[in-house]
T-cell receptor
Framework: GENVEQHPSTLSVQEGDSAVIKCTYSDSASNYFPWYKQELGKRPQLIIDIRSNVGEKKDQRIAVTLNKTAKHFSLHITETQPEDSAVYFCAASKNFNKFYFGSGTKLNVKP | EAGVVQSPRYKIIEKKQPVAFWCNPISGHNTLYWYLQNLGQGPELLIRYENEEAVDDSQLPKDRFSAERLKGVDSTLKIQPAELGDSAVYLC????????????FGPGTRLTVL
């Protein structure tokens, strides 16, 4: 099956700085890669996703890049704000069936 | 549009007791997932339904866990008997069953087994 690894496990940045979270996957057939944000005690919420036919996708301060050859994808958050503080999960899926999640990155944005 | 609804939100039981969790997916969503999330970890799939059919239950510990999705809408996940190691958050998610087919999570049920 698929194996998704996520790094770093914790990330602390100053407000206004950028944050980058990286994930690798093992199954080259995976073709859909969502990112979820989970605030303490709340449900995971989709913040951005990318499909395997696209190399990069951007939504305001959030962007995701995908390198299919290297089998890794990254989340980029620019101009971080304290409300960006949360746990972020990456996931990989083949044809939207089974989703495999990374272990999460706890992002702390210091004001 | 209402989101995925789960109940109860919190449950505390003693080991060896039974427990059940309920999930109401987003209206019209054919696919329903149950996940287990341990503290500090990502969700792990327990079972996936397409309508009323369980299409992937390979990660469900069938000796103590069971699930059903009667009529292809609401779903119930049961543990009997519960063990200390079952303490976790149980997340339900649903997706529309068409492209794009991402999933939407419920708030989860936090289970504590004493």
């Amino acid at each position: 099956g698929e194996n998704v690894e996520q790094h770093p496990s914790t990330l602390s940045v100053q407000e206004g700085d950028s944050a980058v979270i990286k994930c690798t996957y093992s199954d080259s057939a995976s073709n859909y890669f969502p990112w979820y944000k989970q605030e303490l005690g709340k449900r995971p919420q989709l913040i951005i996703d990318i499909r395997s036919n696209v190399g990069e996708k951007k939504d305001q301060r959030i962007a995701v890049t995908l390198n299919k050859t290297a089998k890794h994808f990254s989340l980029h958050i620019t101009e971080t704000q304290p409300e960006d503080s949360a746990v972020y999960f990456c996931a990989a899926s083949k044809n939207f069936n089974k989703f495999y999640f990374g272990s999460g990155t706890k992002l702390n944005v210091k004001p | 549009e209402a989101g995925v609804v789960q109940s109860p939100r919190y449950k505390i039981i003693e080991k060896k007791q039974p427990v059940a969790f309920w999930c109401n997916p987003i209206s019209g969503h054919n696919t329903l997932y149950w996940y287990l999330q341990n503290l500090g970890q990502g969700p792990e799939l327990l079972i996936r339904y397409e309508n009323e059919e369980a299409v992937d239950d390979s990660q469900l510990p069938k000796d103590r866990f069971s699930a059903e999705r009667l009529k292809g809408v609401d779903s119930t996940l049961k543990i009997q008997p519960a063990e200390l190691g079952d303490s976790a958050v149980y997340l339900c998610a649903s997706s529309p069953g068409q492209s794009p087919d991402t999933q939407y999570f419920g708030p989860g049920t936090r289970l504590t087994v004493l």
